[in-house]
């Protein structure tokens, strides 16, 4: 069967300004679309306004373009979505597959990440308190096209999660699948920390009938303090004059072999041999995420 032309994405959380990370995580599915003549959107993922940086947004989407990204149609705002994403959650509140849970933090501390599953059986209203989807007691597993097999079992490493927080905002997690449906992505190449995210949107996916798409994490930028570069570490904005230079250094990240030189190129020659000579066997593998969770 022949596969859906290729859609992929960047989506990042305006909570700060476009970073080296984010740079890398944009260029490996900025290179990995066009290098199949594909498509490439951009997502703002904007669903948390107390975290969002005033003007952080037009700031993204202005770096990209001193990087010499060009994007297919318009951006979507997922903070435009928030009627879709919650009459999904009204369905499956009044199905039973979603319910009301009130637990606080201090309640839930000790639990190692794992929901105990306290208010499943409760009954409470869905006023005040967080909506949690029930999870079954199966494994979800795929093939990350870099990071090989993974596989999670939902009920044992994850337990009912959160798909609206008791503040009234929703989760990442149905957010993406959501929208990765509705814009049709085929792919989804993104940073190692969402690998283990995963899983659930595996679930998400079948719950609401949607595909899967295919997925590619790239390895995280790790600081000298063990931190991921990212910006709640206020990790630097990236300099527009720099660009031939760091996206050079982004590609020698990802693992593409690049002469010296092409660091003096402008952004839009430096994304154009990217595109021609993109090699997504040549991005790292990430050991210790992946096989935590392989078979034995």
């Known amino acids: 069967m022949s596969r859906r032309p290729y859609v992929g994405r960047f989506a990042p959380t305006p909570s700060g300004y476009l970073h080296f990370g984010s740079l890398v995580a944009a260029l490996a599915s900025y290179l990995d679309a066009r290098a199949v003549g594909g498509r490439w959107l ?15 947004q037009a700031a993204i989407l202005t770096t990209l ?6 994007w297919d149609g318009p951006v979507l705002r ?4 928030l009627d879709a994403y919650r009459a999904v959650i009204a369905q499956w ?5 979603a319910y009301a849970c009130d637990c606080s933090r201090k309640q839930l501390e000790g639990s190692g990440g794992l929901y105990p599953g306290h208010c499943r059986n409760r009954g409470l209203p869905a006023t005040d308190a967080a909506i949690r989807i029930r999870v079954p007691e199966l494994d ?4 990350d096209r870099v990071q090989g097999e993974f596989r999670q079992h939902l009920g044992r490493a994850v337990g009912d999660f959160v798909i609206q927080r008791r503040d009234g905002l929703i989760a990442y997690q149905l957010a993406v699948v959501m929208d ?4 049709g992505m085929t792919d989804v190449v993104r940073g190692a920390d969402l690998l283990d995210s995963t899983p659930r949107q595996l679930y998400l996916q079948e719950l609401l009938g949607h595909p899967a798409p295919r997925y590619l994490h790239v390895p995280l930028l790790i600081q000298p303090d063990g931190h991921k570069l990212g910006k709640s570490y206020r990790s630097p904005p990236l300099p527009p004059e720099q660009a031939g230079a760091l996206l050079v250094r982004a590609l020698r990240t990802l693992g593409q072999p ?3 030189e092409l660091a003096e190129e402008a952004p839009a020659k430096v994304l154009a041999w990217g595109v021609a000579h993109w090699d997504a066997a040549l991005i790292p593998r990430v050991p210790h995420l ?5 078979p034995a």
Do not use: C, K, N, W
């Open 42 to 56: 951009v997502r703002m993922e904007d669903l948390d306004p107390p975290r969002e940086v005033p003007g952080a």
């Open 65 to 70: 373009e001193a990087y010499g990204f060009e």
């Open 78 to 81: 997922q903070s435009e979505r």
């Open 93 to 97: 509140l009044a199905s039973g597959l």
């Open 140 to 143: 979800y597993r795929f093939v």
């Open 180 to 183: 990765d449906a509705l814009q």
């Open 258 to 260: 690049t002469r010296a």
């Open 290 to 294: 992946a096989e935590a969770q392989l």
